[in-house]
């Protein structure tokens, strides 16, 4: 029999929520310094308790006080305090938050006076409006201005023109109100392609590489030969087909490797020159510094022990502390016998500001520390690396997070999207985690370094016969790694190495 109707049950199960003060710390630690900055100035904006400025005056540190409520009548808020006191010393001593205690202001290499980034950005005119300025050059009708106007809106991060001629004929028509043809587009998009960068608005690599050919001002050598190889035989030309494209065109080794040099010096992606790496919004500055003070000898002639210096950038993150105006309005609020609800209400909203300054102060300093402790633990165990620039040990973030006691989602936290600076170079902190794998004898060495011996190992082949996976495999055994072809083709791919067809090459 079926059985209907609505039943009731019972469920006990464990929840782990997080407070208001957890999320806080969760979300600033996986900031990086510069959105931290940010984040900073908005909290100053919104919390007018909070204010930048280091204490004058040095307060004896009291023991922490703790906000006590009463029961809320109908008419009236909570009561601030019971006592109505706040330990301002408290406060005021314990709150303050001074970044030169984690290696901040004027110290590190990109430290100091930072007064320049509050200057406006230098203004770049994009590739769009170029190509814009270039059209109104040309001898064009309306109609013709039109079609330009489509096609360059219609140019991809790459600068090709992929889209159907057919649906800017359409757009036109139905948009402008003017017909035109497919012939017309065609021959507006020849003309802009003519333009600076040569060969935009292409349809494909090919019709791009035969613009740039045709527009050379010179005539090097190779030039008419490469033209005709791209327009007659792209296919063999695109698989590298040495043989056959030498038979095809009849022509020697020299006069191949001359057409295929030629080819060589042209941008198969003429549009990433308007998209180029903005320094502005794509600049890195460095969460930490990191280097390696070399042993010295004292007066005595004994050699002392060399050390490590780190720091945390924190260049541009101002101090912080609790407004001692604030205690002044406290102060004035107590005085006052008859406690008015508006009096109530202001020392209501006194104590929730100060309570959200402090989280904040707190979170930013459990921040600093966390990094600091983060990163002197990655220091201990890739000595080698931050000594010698190499070296680099095998390590996951479960090594970090067991040996500072935090949880490994923390730490995935901690290095996502923070870089330091070393003597080496600026790397990103999850460049110094991989897998390990197995040497002959028994020693485990780094996935990075395998993925490094199989770039030098590529890069140091026959470029006429380039090796094969399972030859790569060889030569690394022979070097002493144990590692299977599949995973020398993952790592080939991961370093964006071609297959060995397409890495061959005519010497």
Known sequence: MIKTGQQMNQKQSQQQRLSPQQIQYIKLLQLPTIALEQRIKEELEENPVLEEGKQEESLEELENSEWETETKNDDELDPVDQNEEIDWDEFMQNTEYDSENYGGGGGGSYGGNDSWRDLPNPYHESLLEELEQQVSLLNLDE???????????????????????????????????????????????????????????????????????????????????????LRNHWKLFEKKHFSKLKKKLDIDNDELKAAFDCIKGLDPKPGAVGNAVD???????????????????????????????????????????????????????????????????????????IESAQWFIDSIRQRQN?????????????????????????????????????????????????????????????????????????????????????????????????????EIVKKLKDKGYKVARRTVSKYRKKLNIPVARLRKQII
């Not at 360059?152 to 001629?165: K, N, T």
């Not at 985690?433 to 590529?458: M, P």
Request: with cysteine; glycine share 6%.
């Open 370 to 470: 966390t990094l600091m402790n983060t990163m002197k633990t990655i220091v201990a165990l890739q000595e080698d690396f931050f000594k010698h620039g190499e070296g680099l040990k095998p390590m996951i973030l479960k090594d970090i997070a067991e040996r500072v006691n935090l949880d490994i989602s923390t730490i995935s936290r901690v290095v996502n999207g923070k870089y330091v600076q070393t003597h080496f170079g600026v790397y990103e902190l999850k460049y110094f985690f991989s897998e390990g794998i197995e040497t002959d004898s028994g020693e485990e060495v780094s996935s990075r370094e395998v993925k490094n011996a199989v770039q030098d190992i590529v890069d140091n082949e026959n470029k006429k016969k380039p090796l094969s996976d399972q």
């Open 143 to 229: 109609e013709q201005k039109l079609i330009a106007d489509q096609i360059l809106g219609s140019l991809d991060h790459d600068g090709y023109f992929r889209r159907e001629i057919e649906a800017v004929v359409d757009n036109i028509a139905f948009n402008q109100g003017t017909l035109t043809n497919e012939e017309e587009v065609e021959k507006v998009r020849k003309q802009i392609q003519r333009l600076d960068p040569p060969g935009i608005a292409s349809r494909d690599l090919r019709d791009c590489l035969l613009v740039q050919l045709e527009m050379m001002e010179d005539e090097p050598e190779g030039k008419e030969m490469a033209i005709k190889m």
């Open 279 to 353: 320094d502005t919004k794509n600049y890195i500055e460095p969460d930490f510094e990191v280097y390696y003070q070399p042993a010295e000898k004292d007066e005595e002639g004994q050699e002392k022990e060399g050390d490590f210096v780190i720091s945390l950038n924190n260049g541009n993150v101002p101090p912080l502390r609790i407004s001692p105006h604030y205690k002044e309005m406290w102060d004035d609020l107590k005085k006052k016998k008859k406690k008015s609800k508006q009096t109530k209400e202001t020392k209501s909203f006194i104590k929730n500001k």
